[in-house]
């Protein structure tokens, strides 16, 4: 049976979640929909049949569909629309086969706290979901390798229990936004961009529940800022273009387990981290002059200039 297109759902889904009473039988047609427009169908789910589907999920009927676990089925065709669903708690739909995403999928979900769409290399380049902002009790977003391409909107300041945000191997632009500073975020994962982040990487400094930072394989730029206000136990900010003396005052000392600094530009000497800094990695720095380090820092080991001469003042 040719299955049809998402725009039924998404008619059924709006005809649905705007209309003040509800009823099941029209739960029961919309999650019908829900069912065939994906491609193939959840294979518990029914295509033909209405009567059961409350079984399908577990929760009836629609309007109080609270979590959505579709992980790893090779569902194809667009994301539909969960507009509007406010009891929606938790949406799973990592490792399928996604192509696209319905405008505004995620508007008025004011019940949400876990969003996650990890690997769907497939969908045609999209913006972070900036509706996102009537989610104000998320924990978790993760949009791993979903090509996220643009700048992230400044809207990190909506979400008072994010503590989870992950967004790597996508293709964002711009630089991080300053709301983040007013964010609990623990969890920030945003290396591996197409283009690269640009700009500083001055807002971590704000962000006093950080504790793993993934920054690695972007375009940042300047210095590291005082870091020592953070709970970072893990800061990854290899392959960027940073600058500057790495001072081991503007680290979280207490915490810090890992670091890497590699392929930036930082000049000077490798700071003596404690020993409780564990795992330090700080080759290849200022591309024009080439430092050589052991890969297992040893303390009081320094980055040796190969044309010493060039060492700007100050170091
Ligand atoms: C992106 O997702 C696809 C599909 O799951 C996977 O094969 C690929 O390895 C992922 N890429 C990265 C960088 O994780
Ligand atoms: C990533 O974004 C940049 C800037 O918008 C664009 O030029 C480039 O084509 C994008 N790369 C991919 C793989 O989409
Ligand atoms: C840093 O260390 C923690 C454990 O201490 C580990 O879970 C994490 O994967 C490490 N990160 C890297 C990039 O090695």
């Known amino acids: 049976m040719e299955a049809p297109t998402p725009h039924l759902l998404l008619f059924l889904l709006f005809a649905i979640s705007s209309s003040l009473t509800t009823s099941t039988a029209d739960d029961g047609a919309a999650m019908l929909a829900l069912a065939k427009s994906f491609r193939p169908p959840p294979s518990d789910w029914s295509t033909t049949s209405s009567t059961d589907y409350c079984k399908w999920t577990g929760r009836s009927p629609l309007s109080e569909l609270k979590t959505l676990t579709l992980q790893r089925n090779k569902l194809s065709g667009k994301i539909p629309s969960f507009a509007k669903l406010s009891s929606l708690q938790e949406i799973y739909l990592d490792e399928n086969l996604f192509?696209?995403?319905?405008p505004g999928?995620?508007?008025?979900?004011?019940?949400?706290?876990?969003?996650?769409?990890?690997?769907?290399?497939?969908?045609?380049?999209?913006?972070?979901?900036?509706?996102?902002?009537?989610?104000?009790?998320?924990?978790?977003?993760?949009?791993?390798?979903?090509?996220?391409?643009g700048v992230l909107p400044d809207v990190f300041d909506s979400f008072a229990s994010l503590q989870s945000l992950r967004l790597s191997y996508n293709n964002i632009t711009g630089a991080l936004p300053p709301s983040l500073a007013k964010s609990p975020v623990q969890n920030l994962w945003i290396n591996n961009q197409e283009s690269g982040l640009t700009g500083t990487i001055e807002v971590l400094s704000g962000m006093t529940s950080l504790s793993q930072a993934w920054l690695q394989k972007n375009q940042l730029t300047g210095p590291i800022p005082d870091l020592s206000k953070t709970n970072l136990f893990d800061l990854q900010l290899r392959d960027n273009q940073l600058t500057g003396i790495v001072s081991p005052s503007l680290l979280p000392l207490g915490s810090l387990k890992n670091i890497t600094l590699d392929s930036n530009k930082f000049q000077g000497p490798l700071p003596l981290f404690p020993p409780e800094v564990a795992k330090v990695s700080a080759e290849h720095n200022t591309p024009t002059r080439s430092y050589s380090v052991n890969h297992q820092h040893k303390r009081g080991e320094t980055l040796q200039?190969?044309?010493p001469q060039e060492m700007h003042t100050g170091l």
């Open 305 to 307: 200039l190969t044309n």
């Open 105 to 149: 999928a995620f508007a008025g979900l004011t019940s949400l706290q876990i969003l996650s769409i990890s690997d769907n290399p497939n969908i045609a380049a999209w913006s972070f979901p900036s509706e996102l902002v009537d989610s104000t009790s998320l924990t978790s977003v993760s949009l791993d390798n979903t090509t996220i391409s």
């Open 99 to 102: 192509d696209g995403v319905e």
